[in-house]
């Protein structure tokens, strides 16, 4: 099973995703549910048994195996259901498929500041971020509430947001903070024999080199790349207020604060990959 399937708040996750935006989240699931079992093995969970794990209800569930029966992924036989064929890549959804509200909002917002739009003094409405962001102005507010709290924005008296300055004292105490769960994510990690764990690897140290080819182009997508890394391997320690803390108070906080492609040589790929092996996963990252 993979260390971190979907939601990191069950009931409360299918409460807020849209019904769209669920079904894919828990198609996903179900892929690396489907992906991760045995060759040899004929037993599939039930409904009931899917649905607990996944957080969602049995409906949704239902759905998605649907969906993987017309994929020919599954068939349903007399005896229940079948495997007919492993996940490929191409099978599942991609992140900005399977955005709520909230992480629509969160990229759109990263998006401004990591590329130097939104910088320290700039002031912003929770109406224009609701547009670019294609969301409600509830959600948006919900989301600058819980971002004020780091003391990098600020509500205005008279309406309207402001960013304020960055210090690199509040930086490191998040780089602390996140090291110390990752470090204990790590003692969970597969040592071997994870043809799971070696594809999830293989894949991200790909996206490292793709964007290290064309970093003169690509290197606003280093964020993402940045913040996909880090939630990755914190999903082996499975816990949900690990993955809360880190995906919705820590991440979302730009570690270092690159304004353009001027800086770019701070948050290099090929630096990023090195840091993270000399630091605390040398058998991740392989220089060829």
């Known amino acids: 099973m993979t260390a971190f399937s979907l939601f990191p708040e069950p009931r409360r996750a299918e409460r807020m995703a849209k019904p769209n935006t669920l079904l894919k989240r828990t198609s996903n699931a179900l892929l690396d ?18 649905a607990r794990q996944f957080g969602v ?12 029966i017309g994929s020919g992924i599954l068939e349903r036989g007399p005896t229940g259901l079948r495997v007919m064929r492993r996940p490929k890549r191409t099978d599942y959804y991609t992140e900005p498929e399977t955005d709520g509200p909230q992480e629509q909002i969160e990229r759109v917002f990263m998006q401004r500041v990591l590329l130097g739009d939104w910088r320290p003094g700039h002031t912003f409405s929770e109406a224009e971020l609701a547009r670019d962001s294609n969301a409600s102005t509830v959600s948006v507010r919900e989301f600058l509430i819980g971002f004020s709290r780091f003391g990098l924005i600020a509500k205005q008296p008279r309406g309207g947001w402001i960013m304020r300055e960055f210090h690199d004292g509040f930086a490191a105490e998040v780089a602390d903070m996140r090291e110390l769960i990752e470090m204990a994510a790590l003692a969970c990690m597969p040592r071997a024999g994870s043809a799971a764990l070696t594809e999830a690897a293989d894949a991200m140290i790909a996206r490292h080199r793709d964007i290290e080819a064309a970093i003169a182009r690509r290197y606003t997508e280093f964020a993402a790349l940045d913040r996909d890394f880090h939630l990755w391997i914190i999903g082996f320690l499975n816990n949900r207020f690990a993955y809360d803390f880190l995906r919705h108070r820590v991440l979302p906080v730009p570690l270092p604060l690159p304004v353009g492609p001027e800086l770019r040589g701070r948050t290099h790929p090929r630096r990023h990959r090195r840091t993270h092996g000399g630091a605390h996963r040398p058998a991740l990252w392989r220089d060829g």
């Open 57 to 68: 209800s049995r409906t949704t569930v239902r759905a998605a195996i649907e969906t993987m």
């Open 33 to 50: 549910y489907i992906k991760d079992l045995p060759a040899e093995s004929g037993a599939f969970g039930s409904e009931s048994v899917l």
